[in-house]
């Protein structure tokens, strides 16, 4: 069984930094993707970013322009956690951010993902 357990979430002021993890328990990385996701008030759930697994550590990784140069991923294959880095962060990253996996590799795109965690909130004050 899957599980994907994300942390680390809280409120920073705006150009402040938090670095949110989900740890995968039950999960094989390769020939998958995993993703971060997240959703705003009354807003749908976006895409913030993705990343494909060709092999343990070759991956393909992309980001939502919005967060392009401003956020980044990580893993910890010995933990296996994937982590979002984001810094510079504006009121208008705030939401609820979700971890995903199990998703499907279309062309430069992940879609389709299985598994998702329960989210961890991340509000940025001004």
């Known amino acids: 069984q899957v599980t994907l357990v994300e942390s680390g979430g809280g409120t920073v002021q705006t150009g402040g930094s938090l670095r949110l993890s989900c740890a995968a328990a039950?999960?094989?990385?390769?020939?998958?993707?995993m993703g971060w996701f997240r959703q705003a008030p009354g807003k749908e759930r976006e895409e913030v970013s993705t990343?494909?697994?060709?092999?343990?550590?070759?991956?393909?990784?992309n980001f939502a322009d919005p967060v392009k140069g401003r956020f980044t991923l990580a893993r910890d294959s010995a933990k296996n956690t994937l982590y979002l880095d984001m810094s510079s962060l504006k009121p208008e990253d705030t939401g609820t951010y979700f971890c995903a996996a199990g998703g499907r590799k279309f062309g430069s795109a992940c879609t389709d993902f299985t598994f998702w965690g329960q989210g961890t909130q991340v509000t940025v004050s001004t």
């Open positions: 039950g999960y094989t990385y390769v020939g998958y993707c």
């Open positions: 990343i494909y697994f060709f092999a343990r550590d070759n991956h393909f990784a």
